[in-house]
């Protein structure tokens, strides 16, 4: 099937220890984010890359990294820099010169800092 | 810059209600409009979308209309079911042709009671 595999879906993580969230395409498309969600505030961009072997900053990318090795895979990092990184993140993607602007979201990964 | 003004939730309605969820918008552009859907513990799903003022669109009983006049983009259904129970994000794309604008509203939790 087409789409896009977060994972793993909860993870724990103790502070001071960095934590990478895997996302996985098989749409074949160029462009690809990284969200994050709180309650109560939408969403917001991390990071997001639209070829292989480049990445831009969004609008919270401190205390965050990723790579874009392969068109298929955008890893995300979460650091020890990240001061608040209890959050649920979403991966998506999108057609590079997509007409209409869509996005395709994966199912989420929930880390919760203990 | 671009902005995106949704009703504030949480909304409560009994099954086979009438829906409706307040958006606007700000742009500079000339902006494809949205609506997610998110359920619980999932990803965002589109729901439905329209690109040019007057433009309405609909899926799964729900609809919007472009509305440039007014910069809005209303959520409605006619008769809501306990399915929809779900958090609804209004969103846009400005300019349409680059997926990296996409600016999304706070989300609208919905839940709708038997």
């Known amino acids: 099937d087409g789409g896009i595999t977060q994972s793993p879906k909860y993870l724990f993580r103790k502070e001071g220890q960095n934590v990478t969230l895997s996302c996985e395409q098989n749409?074949?498309?160029?462009?690809m984010y990284w969200y994050r969600q709180d309650p109560g505030q939408g969403l917001r961009l991390i990071y997001y890359?639209?070829?292989?072997?480049?990445?831009q900053k969004g609008d919270i990318a401190e205390g965050y990294s990723v790579s874009r090795e392969k068109k298929e895979s955008f890893p995300l990092t979460v650091t020890s820099a990240q001061k608040n990184p209890t959050a649920f993140y979403l991966c998506?993607?999108?057609?590079?010169?997509?007409?209409?602007?869509?996005?395709?979201f994966g199912e989420g990964s929930r880390l919760t800092v203990l | 810059g671009d902005s995106v003004t949704q009703m504030e939730g949480p909304v409560t309605l009994s099954e086979e209600a009438f829906l409706t969820i307040n958006c606007t918008y700000t742009?500079?552009?000339?902006?494809?409009l949205f609506w997610y859907v998110q359920y619980p513990g999932e990803g965002l799903q589109l729901l439905l979308k329209?690109?040019?003022?007057?433009d309405k669109g609909s899926n799964k009983g729900f609809e919007a209309t472009y509305r440039k006049e007014t910069t809005s983009f209303h959520l409605e259904k006619g008769s809501v079911q306990v399915s929809d129970s779900a958090v609804y994000f209004c969103?846009?794309?400005?300019?349409?042709?680059?997926?990296?604008?996409?600016?999304f509203g706070s989300g609208t939790q919905l839940t709708v009671l038997p």
């Open positions: 998506a993607t999108s057609g590079l010169y997509s007409n209409t602007g869509e996005l395709f």
């Open positions: 969103a846009l794309s400005d300019p349409p042709s680059l997926a990296r604008q996409l600016t």
């Open positions: 749409l074949n498309h160029d462009a």
């Open positions: 329209a690109t040019k003022a007057d």
């Open positions: 890359s639209q070829i292989v072997n480049d990445f």
């Open positions: 742009a500079t552009g000339y902006p494809s």
